[in-house]
């Protein structure tokens, strides 16, 4: 996760994380991605069930029946565990988490539990009752996919009016003082409508949006060649980065991230060293702090079943269960061999990745990608976009 907001437009520097010891029990939400201990965060996908058919969707959602989904008291059985390990945030996610019937009542539950807590969700189906019902819970954010305006994002989401319902949707959260924000996975097919969603923000004064980078995982596996190739990323990337410039000049300081390619991070920096040298130190020390890619380590997964993956996209690779041990149990096994080499990939990965200047802010990118490409889970990430001279070969 890169903050172009944060990183680029100067909205925090080294000294607000060091103020705060760079632990992640006392850093406020926005500095988290910079802490020394890396406590996972954890992307719960609550179920599989979802009421949409997002072509590029990860975790292959779609109408399956609750059966092995966690009953309510197994999730308040895994929201306590992690608050037991000090997780900092919990993200409900699936499927369409709204389609559990006790969604809120785990949300209060990790609320409860002091854990900053997160919704993803596709938007269509929040109602101002549910609205109303997130804010008694105390949830900290809502975030709403949406892949473009109208005709692109009900493609991609395979029901026509998705548009319109999810703005709705967003609307009900604004209504009730929730923090709301976008979330855009960036192809070939939509890349154009970058603009279209700054805009948006714009209009409807939404504080947040994330870019997302694609990864080939669930249905997205199927769509590698639907993929920017490496100018058209880096096109994309000064897109976004001047379109984030133009919003804080204009005093609309909209907070705006890149995810899921750490390349971000290093291409930023080099911009900032041809424009500003004296802010580009300042974003490499940040950089250094943030570590690169965090799967195994800085963010984690627990499936509708009880299943715990590196992250939420590595689905094929299973940990342990969370119905059969803890999760911390799980999470700091050190007779994982696999895990531990993934919580420490950067001595793992081989090519120009092992030989890359950068790896140490990078941390080797995303294995997914790779293993998804290659069958090689340490080849190199094929969506790094940067030049060996860029990264010093």
């Known amino acids: 996760m890169i903050g172009i907001s944060k990183l680029y437009c100067g909205t925090i520097e080294a000294s607000d994380v060091l103020r705060y010891g760079r632990r992640s029990k006392d850093l406020p939400s926005h500095l988290l991605q910079f802490s020394e201990d890396k406590k996972p965060v954890v992307v719960w996908n609550c179920t599989r069930r979802c009421n949409l058919k997002c072509v590029h969707c990860y975790s292959k959602s779609d109408s399956d029946d609750a059966s092995r989904e966690l009953t309510t008291d197994e999730g308040k059985r895994l929201i306590d565990s992690l608050a037991s390990f000090g997780v900092p945030v919990i993200l409900f996610s699936g499927g369409e988490p709204l389609l559990r019937s006790d969604l809120c009542e785990l949300l209060a539950h990790a609320t409860e539990k002091s854990i900053r807590t997160v919704v993803s969700t596709n938007g269509t189906l929040i109602t101002p009752q549910h609205a109303q019902a997130f804010k008694k819970a105390g949830i900290s954010y809502v975030g709403v996919s949406l892949d473009g305006t109208q005709t692109v994002n009900d493609r991609f989401r395979g029901v026509a009016g998705a548009f319109e319902k999810a703005m ?32 948006i923000l714009r209009e409807q004064k939404i504080p947040r949006v994330c870019f997302y980078h694609l990864v080939y995982s669930g249905r997205g596996s199927q769509m590698v060649g639907e993929d920017l190739d490496r100018q058209q990323t880096r096109s994309v990337v000064d897109r976004i980065i001047n379109e984030t410039a133009l919003l804080h000049r204009n005093g609309y300081p909209a907070e705006v991230l890149t995810v899921d390619n750490h390349a971000d991070g290093v291409y930023l920096y080099l911009r900032l060293l041809r424009e500003d040298p004296e802010r580009a130190a300042k974003v490499l020390q940040l950089l250094e702090y943030n570590g690169g890619n965090a799967s195994g380590h800085g963010i984690g997964c627990v499936s509708w079943d009880g299943s715990v993956h590196p992250d939420q996209f590595w689905r094929h690779l299973v940990l342990g269960n969370v119905r059969e041990r803890g999760f911390a149990d799980i999470w700091t096994d050190r007779d994982n061999e696999l895990l531990m080499k993934i919580k420490n990939k950067k001595s793992h990965v081989t090519g120009r990745c092992a030989r890359c200047r950068w790896l140490g802010i990078c941390g080797g990118n995303f294995r997914v990608r790779a293993e998804a490409v290659t069958g090689d889970l340490w080849a190199p990430d094929p969506a790094c976009y940067l030049s060996d001279e860029e990264i010093g070969l």
């Open 168 to 199: 709705v949707g967003i609307e009900n959260c604004r209504a009730e003082g929730i923090k709301v924000g976008l979330r855009f996975t960036i192809t070939k097919h939509n890349h154009a409508e970058v603009p279209e969603v700054f805009r």
